[in-house]
């Protein structure tokens, strides 16, 4: 009954949530701090500690911080007003560096409607960026359908939206300039500012428009804009025997196509997403149910369900919970209504504005953490596993009929991805960008249960998730997602990009003393030691791949075996007694 209430609540109701806590904590002032993620844990459950944190307001202060710093020889790292990256990427070495926040870098620098350019701080948000461009009656073609990322954020780990069309889905393709503030020599006073463009000095542009924050500080990013236009959605549910020739068609005939993909079910959501002209008629919004202020108390209600179904191996409560869910999301389209208010049918037709992004649940109204985002660490709601990786477009329909042979190996192994509405995927190109998509590709975004007390807890079908996983990286050559992703995802990544040592070599050039750098970046580069963990357990958390059964959880019934339908994979599964 209170699940129910929650979505009456949401649906009918427009009050928010309590504002996100913020990821950095400090015990004295500014100072003795910790720093965490939006769900409160990072892949290796590790803390990160921090001397202290800085909150420059302008550049000139964003340039006072990273020259005494430099001076010092402390480590620098930056961190984002919700820090959504689910990687250490906000960590520093040990606890003597700096975290630089740009939570009050968030302002528009400059506007031009004739140029269709707007400059913003890097703090900005994605939801300030598009009402900003709406007020020029001018659009961001693509973006990432949550809107509670930065623009520096967005530039540092590569964030996208769904397109094959145009220069692809990722918003570093539609940037045009950059000002990055690095470390400087004696005779630079310790700091220099650059401005990166592609005519000016290409490479260094394109390092920094996917820099994992090793270059510097972003402070400043200019984008191209387009003359607004509006969308017409339909959801569309078919059974998915076809799929696989489906899903390498699709997004040419679709801009903004993207799939939920429900495997146990053996049905696709189809979404037909297209450029119609501003002045065709329609109010739509787009407004995610998921991304709504959800009542806590149902929140903790469907956290303990989840719980149960756990412990008790329950796949067939489990398979019912989910069918249910889906079904749901997918009766009241999503979220996305026709006029603001309530859903009347499709086609939905809205402007690009009201139709690319959302994420009510961020509104910083305070009620006392009685509704909230789903995944805030304050409340006993999701904690989960993302895996989310860009398997090449020519590997695309190999790659489905292999997740769907495991299906038939047992029909109810994949509902543990259905819980949060089954696997998402979206159309990415090919950029020019050191470190963007190297491929035309179509990116497989997994979302599962994750223990939040006992990371030696196995999970119901781990073995299946796993094998998806090493499936994608290993035999069909997929990237993750910057963003995302647990360690073994980037286990070597460095080498699928072509041009990683060009990028490593800006890297050099703008920050030679690596005070941005830290272990994580240097192993996830390639430039020293491996992001592996290899101990009692680790591959219970994507820390590693099993190589014995010591990694997975022999004392409950979990062994290190072969995959079932890519036998190279090794993967934690439970053996009967």
Same mark, same amino acid.
């Given at each position: 009954?209170?699940?129910?209430?929650?979505?009456?609540?949401?649906?009918?109701?427009?009050?928010?949530?309590?504002?996100?806590?913020?990821?950095?904590?400090?015990?004295?002032?500014?100072?003795?701090?910790?720093?965490?993620?939006?769900?409160?844990?990072?892949?290796?459950?590790?803390?990160?500690?921090?001397?202290?944190?800085?909150?420059?307001?302008?550049?000139?202060?964003?340039?006072?911080?990273?020259?005494?710093?430099?001076?010092?020889?402390?480590?620098?790292?930056?961190?984002?007003?919700?820090?959504?990256?689910?990687?250490?990427?906000?960590?520093?070495?040990?606890?003597?560096?700096?975290?630089?926040?740009?939570?009050?870098?968030?302002?528009?620098?400059?506007?031009?409607?004739?140029?269709?350019?707007?400059?913003?701080?890097?703090?900005?948000?994605?939801?300030?960026?598009?009402?900003?461009?709406?007020?020029?009656?001018?659009?961001?073609?693509?973006?990432?359908?949550?809107?509670?990322?930065?623009?520096?954020?967005?530039?540092?780990?590569?964030?996208?939206?769904?397109?094959?069309?145009?220069?692809?889905?990722?918003?570093?393709?539609?940037?045009?300039?950059?000002?990055?503030?690095?470390?400087?020599?004696?005779?630079?006073?310790?700091?220099?500012?650059?401005?990166?463009?592609?005519?000016?000095?290409?490479?260094?542009?394109?390092?920094?428009?996917?820099?994992?924050?090793?270059?510097?500080?972003?402070?400043?990013?200019?984008?191209?804009?387009?003359?607004?236009?509006?969308?017409?959605?339909?959801?569309?549910?078919?059974?998915?025997?076809?799929?696989?020739?489906?899903?390498?068609?699709?997004?040419?005939?679709?801009?903004?196509?993207?799939?939920?993909?429900?495997?146990?079910?053996?049905?696709?959501?189809?979404?037909?997403?297209?450029?119609?002209?501003?002045?065709?008629?329609?109010?739509?919004?787009?407004?995610?149910?998921?991304?709504?202020?959800?009542?806590?108390?149902?929140?903790?209600?469907?956290?303990?369900?989840?719980?149960?179904?756990?412990?008790?191996?329950?796949?067939?409560?489990?398979?019912?919970?989910?069918?249910?869910?889906?079904?749901?999301?997918?009766?009241?389209?999503?979220?996305?209504?026709?006029?603001?208010?309530?859903?009347?049918?499709?086609?939905?037709?809205?402007?690009?504005?009201?139709?690319?992004?959302?994420?009510?649940?961020?509104?910083?109204?305070?009620?006392?953490?009685?509704?909230?985002?789903?995944?805030?660490?304050?409340?006993?709601?999701?904690?989960?596993?993302?895996?989310? *990786?860009?398997?090449?477009? !020519?590997?695309?329909? +190999?790659? =489905?009929?292999?997740? /769907?042979?495991? &299906?038939? %190996?047992?029909?109810?192994?994949?509902?543990?991805?259905?819980?949060?509405?089954?696997?998402?995927?979206?159309?990415?190109?090919?950029?020019?960008?050191?470190?963007?998509?190297?491929?035309?590709?179509?990116?497989?975004?997994?979302?599962?249960?994750?223990?939040?007390?006992?990371?030696?807890?196995?999970?119901?079908?781990?073995?299946?998730?796993?094998?998806?996983?090493?499936?994608?990286?290993?035999?069909?050559?997929?990237?993750?997602?910057?963003?995302?992703?647990?360690?073994?995802?980037?286990?070597?990544?460095?080498?699928?990009?072509?041009?990683?040592?060009?990028?490593?070599?800006?890297?050099?050039?703008?920050?030679? *003393?690596?005070?941005?750098? !830290?272990?994580?970046? +240097?192993? =996830?580069?390639?430039? /020293?030691?491996? &992001?592996? %963990?290899?101990?009692?357990?680790?591959?219970?958390?994507?820390?590693?791949?099993?190589?014995?059964?010591?990694?997975?959880?022999?004392?409950?019934?979990?062994?290190?075996?072969?995959?079932?339908?890519?036998?190279?994979?090794?993967?934690?599964?439970?053996?009967?007694?």
């Amino acid at each position: 009954m209170i699940v129910w209430l929650s979505v009456i609540f949401c649906l009918f109701t427009s009050a928010s949530s309590t504002s996100s806590d913020d990821p950095v904590k400090c015990e004295f002032g500014n100072t003795m701090c910790t720093v965490t993620n939006s769900y409160g844990a990072f892949p290796d459950r590790s803390i990160c500690e921090a001397a202290k944190v800085e909150y420059p307001k302008t550049e000139a202060e964003l340039v006072s911080v990273v020259a005494a710093a430099t001076r010092a020889g402390q480590k620098m790292r930056v961190v984002t007003r919700y820090s959504h990256s689910i990687p250490k990427l906000v960590c520093t070495d040990g606890k003597d560096g700096i975290l630089i926040s740009t939570k009050f870098l968030n302002n528009v620098v400059r506007a031009d409607r004739e140029a269709k350019t707007l400059t913003v701080e890097s703090g900005v948000t994605l939801r300030q960026l598009i009402g900003e461009a709406a007020k020029l009656e001018l659009a961001l073609p693509y973006a990432p359908y949550w809107w509670g990322l930065t623009v520096g954020g967005i530039m540092g780990t590569g964030a996208h939206g769904s397109s094959l069309w145009g220069k692809g889905s990722a918003v570093h393709d539609y940037v045009t300039e950059i000002r990055i503030v690095s470390p400087g020599s004696v005779s630079d006073g310790y700091v220099k500012v650059r401005v990166l463009s592609e005519s000016m000095n290409p490479e260094a542009f394109q390092a920094a428009k996917v820099s994992l924050g090793v270059l510097g500080v972003i402070s400043q990013v200019t984008f191209v804009l387009q003359p607004m236009f509006k969308r017409s959605l339909t959801y569309v549910m078919r059974k998915d025997s076809d799929f696989g020739d489906q899903a390498v068609t699709f997004g040419e005939n679709h801009e903004f196509a993207d799939f939920i993909w429900l495997p146990s079910q053996g049905r696709v959501v189809y979404r037909m997403d297209d450029r119609v002209p501003f002045n065709t008629s329609g109010d739509g919004l787009f407004e995610f149910f998921p991304f709504r202020p959800q009542l806590s108390t149902a929140l903790a209600v469907n956290r303990l369900v989840e719980e149960s179904e756990e412990a008790s191996a329950d796949s067939n409560r489990r398979c019912v919970r989910t069918e249910e869910t889906s079904s749901f999301l997918f009766s009241i389209s999503y979220g996305v209504t026709n006029n603001g208010l309530i859903f009347t049918g499709y086609p939905v037709i809205g402007s690009q504005d009201r139709m690319m992004s959302s994420g009510s649940c961020l509104d910083s109204i305070q009620d006392g953490l009685i509704t909230a985002c789903p995944w805030d660490p304050r409340i006993n709601g999701e904690f989960f596993h993302q895996t989310t *990786l860009s398997v090449p477009l !020519t590997h695309v329909k +190999d790659f =489905i009929n292999d997740i /769907k042979a495991l &299906v038939k %190996i047992e029909p109810k192994s994949l509902c543990v991805l259905e819980g949060s509405n089954g696997i998402l995927m979206r159309y990415v190109t090919s950029s020019p960008a050191f470190l963007g998509k190297e491929k035309k590709a179509l990116d497989f975004d997994l979302t599962y249960y994750r223990s939040k007390d006992d990371p030696l807890t196995p999970r119901l079908y781990e073995d299946y998730v796993e094998e998806i996983e090493q499936m994608a990286l290993l035999k069909y050559e997929a990237l993750p997602h910057w963003g995302k992703n647990r360690n073994i995802a980037f286990d070597g990544v460095i080498r699928k990009y072509k041009n990683a040592n060009a990028f490593l070599k800006v890297k050099e050039r703008l920050d030679p *003393l690596g005070l941005f750098s !830290t272990e994580w970046t +240097d192993q =996830i580069l390639g430039l /020293k030691g491996n &992001v592996t %963990i290899v101990k009692q357990g680790c591959a219970l958390e994507g820390l590693c791949i099993c190589s014995e059964d010591s990694h997975c959880a022999p004392n409950k019934g979990y062994m290190c075996r072969p995959g079932k339908v890519y036998r190279e994979a090794r993967v934690c599964t439970r053996v009967s007694a």
